[in-house]
T-cell receptor
Framework: GIQVEQSPPDLILQEGANSTLRCNFS?????LQWFHQNPWGQLINLFY???GTKQNGRLSATTVATERYSLLYISSSQTTDSGVYFC???????FGIGTKLQVIP | KAGVTQTPRYLIKTRGQQVTLSCSPI?????VSWYQQTPGQGLQFLFE???????NKGNFPGRFSGRQFSNSRSEMNVSTLELGDSALYLC?????????????FGPGTRLTVL
């Protein structure tokens, strides 16, 4: 099956800093989502982005399907951005192991 | 539109018991997928139902089963609970079979097996 790798596994940021999270996948896909899991376990949809670039406020995402990766950009991070970020790809919706982000004041 | 709802939110059971979890998808969504999340294994796919038919199944023992009703609500059942079944169980709904469009997740049911 498809392999999904996310990096970095852990990230600590000072409030206000910017960051880039990466998702690599082993096969071409026509389905890719980014989620944020909050401390209570809820998975919140960030982007549905099989290809191209999307922006939503301080967050943006880019998927380069031909090169099999996606990037999630967080600008001007806030403490409420803390949590785990997952990408999920492919028809079988395979999840990566996530990037655990901690934003400190 | 109301989001995906799951009941109960928290559950404590003992080994050997059985449990039933419920998921109501977003109105109009016909696909419901179930996932198990544990610290050691991450998010693992259990099964998907679409229009009352099981469409896909992950690598879980037969103790894990599910069904979907005509109103698209879904239940999953775990029989003969084991300590390792302690996990966050998440369901997700989508308008078309999973993998073809965006999925939306419920808040999860946190199951503790003692």
């Amino acid at each position: 099956g498809i392999q999904v790798e996310q990096s970095p596994p852990d990230l600590i940021l000072q409030e206000g800093a910017n960051s880039t999270l990466r998702c690599n996948f082993s096969d071409s896909v026509n389905n890719l989502q980014w989620f944020h899991q909050n401390p209570w376990g809820q998975l919140i949809n960030l982007f549905y982005i099989p290809s191209g670039t999307k922006q939503n406020g301080r967050l943006s995402a880019t998927t380069v399907a031909t090169e099999r990766y996606s990037l999630l950009y967080i600008s001007s991070s806030q403490t409420t951005d803390s949590g785990v970020y997952f990408c999920a790809v492919g028809q079988k919706v395979t999840f990566g192991i996530g990037t655990k982000l901690q934003v400190i004041p | 539109k109301a989001g995906v709802t799951q009941t109960p939110r928290y559950l404590i059971k003992t080994r050997g018991q059985q449990v039933t979890l419920s998921c109501s998808p977003i109105s109009g969504h016909r696909s419901v997928s179930w996932y198990q999340q544990t610290p050691g294994q991450g998010l693992q796919f259990l099964f998907e139902y679409f229009s009352e038919t099981q469409r896909n199944k992950g690598n879980f023992p037969g103790r894990f089963s599910g069904r979907q009703f005509s109103n698209s609500r879904s239940e999953m059942n775990v029989s003969t609970l084991e300590l390792g079944d302690s996990a966050l169980y998440l369901c997700a709904s989508s308008s078309v079979p999973k993998g073809y469009n965006e999925q939306f997740f419920g808040p999860g049911t946190r199951l503790t097996v003692l």
